[in-house]
């Protein structure tokens, strides 16, 4: 079969080479302006901003999933170019429930020893850019001290009232699409150490965060797991989009708003972590490992244009099965890490007006319709 060999290459290198740069530009801007603007306040970003960025980004996700991974991994495995054992069995649901399993377990066991090396690093890195060295456990919590205070007393208080009442003076105080929100807060609502005593924070004028261990681990975990799953997915899209034949321009769009969307919901992860001090450049380093998948796909794509066969047995599988894996781990982050913990055990949600959370979900559900209207062309 003619489709089983060779590629669609016709040419038209120099606006190939073009994707290369066009889909970096957008990808750095996707994963490090969040991270950036989150920390330095002075660029005026409104916190409606990161709100938008954040619950738009776990649309984008869970639609990812389903539209971009788990649709083309059925296709290819189930290409007429397939023979032998791989065409028996449904196995791209077999390796996304594998991939969900494993990483349920990895997670599980990340909450309960991992510590990622932050016993001896204190200093957190705070969205105005100044670290704050705490002298007995330092923390990081998942929603304002404002909030918190306020909610103490009265569950009624509108979050922004909660704000001016507390005296906060910037987005700080905006509510967990700022820095400061994270994964599981409904563990980190009292959080305790090591003697079960609960930890209380320390007041020198304003209000300290507690270190809560299993708060960051679960982060970083939670964020390596995405970056790993949509790194896969972006090595793949760039080889085909470097042999695509006369549905390459249309790719090409596609995919620059593809790859824009998904760095910008990996940015707004990653933007939403109080880094500490020592690691406060791992967020950059984390989106640049995303941001450059895709351009050095291509360029080896480009490379390797003559020989490179998308619709050989080799490449069948290994695409199929990488996105699958790569389907399983977004399905698991979008479900479990986004919407469940975000949602329905995120304190800040369970006391917020039912406006805002009407927003959030309709902001996620357009990230989500968006993405799957591209899975039309890609």
């Not at 801007?29 to 901003?49: D, E, I, N, Q, Y």
């Not at 321009?249 to 919901?265: N, R, S």
């Not at 990653?270 to 967020?283: D, G, H, Q, V, Y």
Request: aromatic residues 10%; proline residues 4%; charged residues 15%.
């Amino acid at each position: 079969m003619s489709e089983c060999v060779g590629n669609d290459y016709d040419g038209r290198m120099g606006t190939r080479i073009s994707a290369i740069f066009v889909i970096l530009v957008g990808s750095f801007l996707g994963t490090w302006f969040p991270v950036f603007a989150a920390r330095h306040k002075g660029v005026g970003v409104p916190s409606w901003a990161f709100f938008i960025a954040k619950y738009f980004g776990s649309g984008v996700i869970l639609a990812t999933a389903f539209i971009h991974l788990l649709a083309p991994a059925n296709e290819a495995l189930s290409n007429p170019c397939l023979t032998g054992p791989i065409t028996d069995y449904s196995w791209v649901e077999g390796i996304a429930l594998m991939t969900v399993f494993v990483l349920f377990f990895v997670e599980l066991m990340t909450m309960r020893y991992a510590r990622f090396g932050h016993e001896h690093d204190h200093d957190v890195e705070h969205g105005d850019g100044h670290g704050h060295a705490g002298t007995s456990s330092p923390s990081y919590s998942d929603e304002p001290v404002a909030l918190k205070s306020a909610a103490d007393t009265s569950l009624d208080v509108p979050l922004e009232d909660t704000s001016k009442a507390a005296g906060c003076k910037d987005s700080s105080c905006a509510g967990p699409h700022m820095p400061g929100d994270d994964h599981l807060s409904h563990a980190r609502e009292h959080p305790v150490n090591a003697n079960n005593a609960q930890v209380s924070a320390h007041t020198h004028g304003d209000s300290r965060k507690t270190f809560d261990p299993e708060s960051y681990s679960a982060q970083l975990t939670a964020v390596f797991i995405l970056e790993f799953g949509v790194i896969f997915h972006s090595i793949f899209i760039g080889l085909t989009l470097a042999v695509a034949g006369e549905e390459f321009a249309t790719l090409y769009v596609v995919l620059v708003f593809h790859q824009t969307f998904e760095g910008l919901a990996l940015g707004s992860r990653l933007a939403s972590i109080e880094w500490p001090k020592t690691k406060r450049w791992t967020p950059y380093i984390l989106g640049c490992g995303y941001a450059i998948s895709t351009p050095i796909a291509i360029a080896i794509g480009l490379g390797v244009r003559e020989s490179f066969s998308p619709g050989s047995q080799t490449t069948l599988i290994a695409n199929g099965v990488f996105d699958s894996i790569s389907a399983g781990i977004l399905i698991y982050t979008a479900l479990v890490e986004l919407m469940a913990h975000e949602f329905m055990f995120s304190g800040y949600m369970q006391r917020a007006p039912i406006k805002v959370v009407l927003a959030a979900v309709g902001t996620m559900a357009l990230g989500a319709a968006l993405m799957a209207l591209l899975g039309k062309w890609a």
